[in-house]
């Protein structure tokens, strides 16, 4: 049998087997040692019930809830790309459609798919989804190009007329279509000076109006003040009174 | 790419010192339980570990930019859990409390197994007495083996999470587990196992 001290210096190697933890040799000489002590295997099979019973000491569900997610839902890259296609695809049914609103008639022969099984030319319902050709679309594509820059055409003369109009004769504003760099220039630095002026004034505004404010709470210090003082004082007196009466109590009948 | 779910622990810290918050959502759902379970086997009170376990993460949440990724996060959760029981059991020394939480619940404990009567009833008063005698543990003893034996950290984990040796976590382990037996004893539980006749080399 070995000594109590080896016994002792083996504890920590009889924890690792204990637990099956820690480097292969502490177990090894764990097992070792105890092959020859009886008192440490017996101490072993000990402790090995102290585990077992511990083991018998669950959390209550009370103490540790479900865990709820407490973030907000989280998106997968998989659902993500799944709806970035699929609005996509919606995106692109909605233009093919819309488009087929632009096509006068009957749908071309050269149409590639009807998904629908209406007849081909009843383009009235919203329904009625056709797939058109690609020569057709990209007529169709082209004509509503040309519709929309002839609007933006229009849109921008009118403007130019009406700024012309409702600027006053001379001013450095007067609207120009073809304006120079020099006439840009001008009315940039114009521009400029207008802001300046606008903020200086709201500047202005904002030191006035923060003047006012910082007045009326150093007012409101002030009074607050003088209620604490006033509460003190009170405070005082009343304590004081207070502890004339407890000394006067307390005193000795001899002394009062 | 990975989901947040799919990630290691270091991934979502990771994660989340680059910017991505909801990286930390990952980490709280993952070990909320594991650090609540723990802060109630140490003070023993589910109020106290609720508000606890919450403001371990809350320091974590504030701290994990500066958190060096040498050291596992969980070890590092553990390590200001522990801290804050601590606090809290200092707080408290000399005051004594009526735990509202006292006598545990029982019932969701050994439903679950499918136990008898009787063993249900048994099952709750050795409960009862394992708790009790953990108490009586000095606090060191206790954390190692609440670690140990219902944690399951590693030794090498323990020793990061206390800032130990490893051979000082066994010897607090051999300590605790004695102290346990003795206790255990004096609670009438027996905590007899098999001996073996002998160990083979």
Known sequence: MTSNLTCEALREDIIALLYDDGELAERSRARDHMAQCVPCRLEYAELKGVRKVLGGWDVPVAVVPKVVPISRPRVSWIPAGLAAAAGLVLGIGIAVAGRTTLIPGPAPAQTAAVTSSAPANSTASPTNTRFVSYDVLQDALNAQEAHHQAEIDDLRRSFFQTAAASAPAGSATKMVSNPSPATIEKLLRASEDRQARLFEARLSGLRTESDLQRQYDMAQIAAGLAYIDSRTGADAARTSELMKNLVRVTAKPRDR | MLTNSQMSDEQLVEAFQAGQVAAYDELVSRWQSKIRGAVWR????????ADITQEAFLRAFRGLNAFKREAKFSSWIYQIALNLCRDSLRRKKGKSYVSLDEPEPKIPTLVSKGASPLEFTEGN?????????????????????????YEGLTFAEIAETLGLPTSTVKTRLYRGLVEMKQHL???GVTSASHIPDSFES
């Open chain 2, 42 to 49: 140490v003070l023993g009170s589910t109020e106290d570990a």
């Open chain 2, 185 to 187: 004893a004096r609670e």
């Open chain 2, 125 to 149: 008063q050795v409960a009862d007495r394992v708790r009790a005698a953990i108490q009586k543990l000095n606090e060191d003893q206790r954390e190692v083996i609440i670690l140990k034996e």
